[in-house]
């Protein structure tokens, strides 16, 4: 397959106060597409102007949710622009469809197509402390038909958003609410996929905890409720008696790359013992009695490292390490940030540089 570029023939201003970029609300002049028809394959993968798609009312992907995406970041650094683990969100991707009863992509083609958008639109990469331009690759179900089944047709899509630093004040620990009603995943259901549907089922228990003055929910297991599972759109992590533990990836969670980075760099290069193991919620509040929760924090693409000050579970409020940040946890914040933006070396082979 080639992948044809047609040039936007008008371009936009792009930003002139970095510090105000916030997030997701701002899009680059280009977009990259392809689309997929059973017993054809994927074609037509074109760059080509950023704009609204045409799509009858009766698209499968708006009635049964058929959808899966990724988020990964490019960074401005001297010497270009790096990407951090790229290939590793389209392999996730193609976990995702399995999943999902969807295509699979070709990884390596994307990959070459995602470069050749961010050369052409390498001016949108912000500068500003951390600032970086968020890349969303997308796939979606666009059958007209309103029969229950796996989709026939498909668009696959990358659009691009220069966005703000996530930490506009600094790098400081948030508190959580631990979610005893609601789950997010159970055994054999998509937990594990980056599927839309996930995300939609997630919001009302988020908006109850922000009503409540908490800036993410801590989900437990679907069936107990009584194992910590992730927090908000993050894998979390616990660091007790100088062990990390988090949970394991046994189908409910998702395979954060974050998260395995963090688990070799705490392993390889800081001599932490790391396991992936269940806990219990109700272990975590007699761990902080006894003293042995030392830190606590959440992994992800957009916060790279949340810091944990406080968690509420059964009216019950705790505060780890005293509300501040913990040791462990800024030298990993410090270690992948510093990766990202070329300023600490990659002896993982994790960055690509354009």
Not at 235 to 255: D, Q, V
Request: with cysteine; aromatic share 12%.
């Amino acid at each position: 397959m080639k992948l044809e570029v047609v040039a936007a023939s008008a371009l936009k201003q792009k930003p002139q106060d970095e510090t105000k970029l916030g997030f997701g609300n701002l899009f680059t002049d280009h977009m990259f597409t392809m689309q997929y028809e059973e017993g054809k394959g994927w074609f037509d993968a074109k760059i080509r102007p950023f704009e609204n798609f045409s799509m009858s009312p009766a698209s499968s992907v708006l009635h049964y949710s058929q959808t899966i995406f990724e988020g990964l970041k490019a960074y401005h650094t001297d010497k270009g622009i790096n990407l951090f683990r790229p290939w590793d969100n389209f392999t996730r991707m193609n976990v995702s469809a399995k999943r999902m009863c969807m295509p699979e992509i070709d990884e390596e083609f994307v990959l070459k197509c995602l470069d050749e958008l961010l050369e052409i639109e390498k001016d949108w990469v912000p500068k500003a402390p951390g600032t970086s331009l968020y890349i969303r690759p997308t796939m979606m179900a666009i059958d007209p038909f309103l029969g229950v089944s796996a989709g026939k047709q498909y668009l696959f899509y990358i659009i691009l958003s220069p966005v703000g630093a996530y930490y506009e004040s600094g790098l400081s620990p948030i508190d959580i609410y631990v979610e005893d009603e609601y789950v997010r995943a159970v055994d054999g259901g998509t937990g594990f996929a980056k599927a839309g549907g996930n995300y939609a089922a997630s919001l009302l228990a988020g908006e109850i905890a922000h009503k409540k003055g908490f800036a993410q929910v801590l989900w437990l297991d679907g069936k107990e409720k009584k194992y910590v599972e992730e927090v908000g759109s993050m894998n979390i992590f616990f660091k007790i008696r100088g062990e990390l533990i988090t949970a394991p990836l046994a189908g409910t969670i998702l395979p954060g790359i974050t998260r395995d980075s963090v688990i070799t760099l705490a392993r390889d290069v800081f001599g932490v013992n790391v396991r992936e193991a269940k806990i219990a919620i109700s272990d975590v509040y007699e761990e902080n009695a006894s003293g042995g929760l030392e830190e606590v924090f959440g992994t992800g693409t957009a916060a790279v490292i949340s810091p944990v000050g406080g968690m509420t579970w059964e009216n019950k409020d705790i505060v780890v390490a005293d509300g501040r940040m913990g040791e462990l946890t800024h030298k990993l914040y410090d270690t992948l940030t510093g990766m990202q933006y070329g300023t600490v070396k990659d002896d993982f082979g994790w960055i690509k540089t354009l």
